[in-house]
């Protein structure tokens, strides 16, 4: 416990701005949750003011509000680390005249994930194993040299992460973690490299009292997020009803299959090809996000797996429920409810979920 | 690669995807080179209609004289082409559906004797078959062009159905629905456009017409909800529908 207690520190709320300004010495690009115009989006950053800080995202099924107050609570957007680390379209080579194929470069610059929320990490960590021997993903994910997480005080509208398991804390994975406890912010160190930068930015060892309110509000955040019932509940309910049709064409009676559920979760990983050439011999082939709710999706010549939605639909739920579990050995859903959020007719996934636990067919 | 002959047919329709088509392929000199059209009423006078490997046929039908052309041509074509929401879906022209055929006609021309149409709007494969559709109010030029160069290396193409809200995804817009409580119809509109009006923050009308292969009656309906509550009138979703979507509401679909 008490080298525990070695690992954390406290700051004023300024001091995020110290570590963005050290880690940009570093020659290191940042990159967070921030404003463009009027529209949260991720990309980079260079200073405090750049980040939401004084925002906080309104979720529900359906809709997102972005609302400017002081000491906002920011938990993300449609966008999330997947969208820098494994590109939405991308030509990943040409050929040439001569049947040469030419990867095509990466100019990812060295860089750190700021501000990051814990499921963001847990997300990570899927693609991670998901993608292990995909290089475009490993070259770029090899460029991020830190991850700095933002722990959750307050859940979001539609965040279920306590039930899963993958926040509103973070246990490994980082650099450094921290959380916002008003104009403090309590700072936990994750790996060397973030100890270093710790004690180069000047915080100090966090006091007793801080520590103390830490995990009071950690806790409740827990508890708050809490809001489907246990992940390994869950997965058996779901084992139950895999093969309940009647279950899946409701869970799916108002599902348009727009695939913005596949697009904006952050462990979908699946793509598709394109292939284009040019008269002159030139060819090229493009990779892009593809949605398994797509009707496309699923398809083989001659044949479809999966030629009805609520099959489709289904694949999705089991997917992130089951079969990631069996793939790498990690829960494909993370919690985060952005399928939620950003689906048009909100469908709410934790509905469906629970809805699973104690269903008895007809 | 070989040279392929092309019939460029042109039914009831605005010519716009056509222009569409022409832009593209102009920028594409060593393209043309490899197409030898055969057939064009807008670039040239024959009006023989021999055997191609490709027909491109853009505009719906609305009188038997085209139900004969068609016909005529998709017999003569190796491969059939539908341009444009007209061909695929119908069109525009679909809105005088259902409404007195006499009244309609009367609104625009002075002397209605001269218009040969009937109470129908018909889309190109309710006549015959299609091999490849490229719909879009206009089409795509670029992607029939690529398709193009693809047929003369001898190659093709399978098409993907998504929803429009997967191209806007990938895109990177932020959702006009979710974010601004605009509605949109990109999640039961095919994609193709590139996420043309989410990318100036406008709501999607639809213009590619309905993804008919998920979205059946009954989430259509559960669809209307949404946008209504949105504040789209249900007049003008019905409206957007019949003009872009026209033959794929008259058919009964099967729920997907
Ligand atoms: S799901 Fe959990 S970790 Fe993610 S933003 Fe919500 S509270 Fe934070
Ligand atoms: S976002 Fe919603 S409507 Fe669209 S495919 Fe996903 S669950 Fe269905
Ligand atoms: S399935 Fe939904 S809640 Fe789960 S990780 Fe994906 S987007 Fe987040
Ligand atoms: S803006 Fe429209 S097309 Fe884009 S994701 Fe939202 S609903 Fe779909």
Redesign the pocket.
């Known amino acids: 416990m008490s080298r525990m207690l070695g690992e954390y520190f406290e700051g004023s709320v300024l001091l995020l701005e110290n570590l963005i300004l050290a880690l940009k010495e570093q020659g290191l690009r940042v990159l967070s949750y921030k404003l463009e115009g009027d529209l949260p989006v991720i990309g980079e950053v260079s200073r405090l003011s750049d980040l939401l800080i004084d925002y906080t995202d309104i979720q529900s099924p359906g809709s997102y509000r972005l609302a400017k107050e002081v000491k906002g609570v920011f ?2 957007t449609q966008y999330s680390p997947k969208h820098l680390l494994h590109y939405p379209t991308q030509v990943i080579y040409e050929i040439s005249d001569d049947f040469e194929i030419i990867r095509t470069k990466d100019d990812f610059p060295p860089s750190v994930l700021f501000g990051i ?3 963001d990490l847990a997300a990570i960590e899927v693609l991670d194993k998901v993608l292990e021997r995909d290089d475009v993903y490993q070259a770029r994910r090899a460029r991020i040299e830190y991850i700095v997480v933002e722990e ?1 005080v307050e ?2 509208g539609t ?1 279920f ?1 306590g039930s899963i398991g993958t ?2 804390a973070v246990a490994k994975g980082y650099d450094i973690a921290y959380a916002r406890l008003g104009d403090q912010v309590l700072f936990k160190v994750g790996s060397e490299k973030g100890l270093k930068l710790v004690e180069k930015v000047g915080l100090t060892p966090a006091s007793d009292e801080t520590l103390r309110r830490y995990n009071e509000a950690l806790n409740e ?1 827990r508890r708050k ?1 809490s809001r489907i019932p246990p992940f390994n509940v869950v997965v058996r309910a779901l084992e139950d009803v895999a093969v309940a049709e009647g279950f899946w064409r409701e869970a799916s009676a108002r599902c348009v299959g727009c695939t913005n559920c596949n697009m904006v979760c952050p462990t979908c990983f699946c793509t598709e090809f394109s292939d284009y050439a040019d008269l002159s011999g030139k060819a090229w082939r493009e990779r892009h996000w593809f949605g398994c709710l797509s009707f496309t999706y699923g398809q083989v010549a001659g044949q479809h797996f999966r030629p009805e939605l609520f099959m489709r639909y289904r694949h999705f739920v089991l997917h992130k429920f089951l079969f990631y579990q069996r793939q790498v050995g990690l829960p494909g859903c993370v ?3 952005r399928c939620i959020t950003w689906c048009p007719m909100g469908i709410d996934l934790r509905e469906v979920v629970s809805r699973a636990v104690g269903y008895v067919g007809r | 690669m070989r040279k392929l002959s092309v019939s460029v047919l042109k039914l009831t329709s605005c010519s716009g995807c056509l222009n569409e088509v022409l832009y593209s392929l102009v920028a594409r000199a060593e393209l043309l080179r490899y197409l030898n059209i055969s057939y064009f009423t807008e670039l040239q006078d024959s009006n023989a209609i021999e055997d191609v490997d490709v027909a491109i046929v853009e505009g719906s039908i609305v009188n038997s004289e085209q139900e004969e052309l068609v016909k005529q041509v998709r017999e003569k074509s190796r491969v059939l082409i539908a341009l444009g929401t007209c061909a695929v879906f119908g069109g525009v022209q679909s809105l005088r559906a259902g409404e007195d055929l006499r009244t309609v006609v009367l609104a625009s021309y002075p002397n209605p004797d001269h218009i040969k149409v009937l109470p129908e709007v018909k889309s190109v494969d309710s006549v015959v078959n299609v091999d490849y559709r490229f719909s879009g109010c206009p089409a795509n030029g670029e992607a029939l062009a690529r398709f193009l160069v693809k047929l003369v290396m001898g190659g093709s193409e399978s098409p993907i159905v998504e929803s429009l809200c997967s191209e806007c995804k990938r895109k990177g817009i932020l959702c006009v629905t979710v974010f601004d409580g605009k509605p949109c119809l990109g999640p039961i509109t095919l994609s193709g456009c590139g996420a043309l009006c989410p990318s100036f923050r406008r709501g999607c009308y639809g213009c590619y017409g309905l993804n008919a292969l998920i979205v059946d009656r009954e989430k259509l309906e559960e669809f209307s909800k949404v946008v209504e509550r949105l504040g789209m009138s249900r007049e003008d979703f019905m409206a957007m529908l019949k003009a872009f979507s026209y033959s794929s509401l008259t058919k009964s679909s099967s729920s997907r």
């Open positions: 938990r993300h929320k814990p499921c959750c859940p979001g965040c992460c926040g509103p955040a997020a919690g985060c409810g």
